[in-house]
C-alpha cells in the first residue's frame, strides 16, 4: 500500500491548507486511516483519524479548526485557523486487520497503523 501525500506548505496564523493522501484502489479496504504529525523534538502524534465503523476522532488542540473525509481513492485534512503550533511534518497512516480492531485505542494509536507516507511539511509562521 502506497500513501502519497500532497498540500503542505508554509502559511500565515489564521491560514488553511489541505493536505490530501493518495492510496488509489485501497482505502476502502482498510480499517481506518489517519493523520499524524510530527514536530521538531517531540513524539509523533494523532491529528484525526477515520475508521470504517464510522468513528472519527480528532485530537483535542485541532477540535473545531481541522476535518478529515475521505472517497474512494485519496484521503483528505482540511485545516483551517492555523496556529503556529500546528507547525510539524504530517504523516498520512491506514491501518488494515483480519478482523478489524474497532476501538479508540486502534483509532488512535500509532502502532496500530501499518502503513505510513513519507511526510508533508507544514509551517504556519508570520
Known amino acids: 500500500v502506497q500513501l502519497v501525500e500532497s498540500g503542505g506548505g508554509s502559511v500565515q496564523p489564521g491560514g488553511s491548507l489541505k493536505l490530501s493522501c493518495a492510496a488509489p484502489?485501497?482505502?476502502?479496504?482498510?480499517?481506518?486511516m489517519g493523520w499524524f504529525r510530527q514536530a521538531p523534538g517531540e513524539e509523533r502524534e494523532l491529528v484525526s483519524s477515520?475508521?470504517?465503523?464510522?468513528r472519527i476522532i480528532y485530537a483535542d488542540s485541532v477540535k473545531g479548526r481541522f476535518t478529515i473525509s475521505q472517497d474512494k481513492n485519496t484521503l483528505y485534512l482540511q485545516m483551517n485557523s492555523l496556529k503556529t503550533e500546528d507547525t510539524a511534518v504530517y504523516y498520512c497512516?491506514?491501518?488494515?486487520?483480519?478482523?478489524?480492531?474497532?476501538?479508540?485505542?486502534?483509532?488512535?494509536?500509532?502502532?496500530?497503523?501499518?502503513?505510513w507516507g513519507q511526510g508533508t511539511q507544514v509551517t504556519v509562521s508570520t
Open positions: 477515520i475508521s470504517i465503523d464510522g
Open positions: 497512516a491506514a491501518r488494515d486487520g483480519v478482523p478489524c480492531v474497532h476501538s479508540d485505542h486502534a483509532a488512535t494509536a500509532a502502532s496500530a497503523y501499518n502503513y
Open positions: 484502489g485501497y482505502i476502502f479496504y482498510m480499517c481506518g
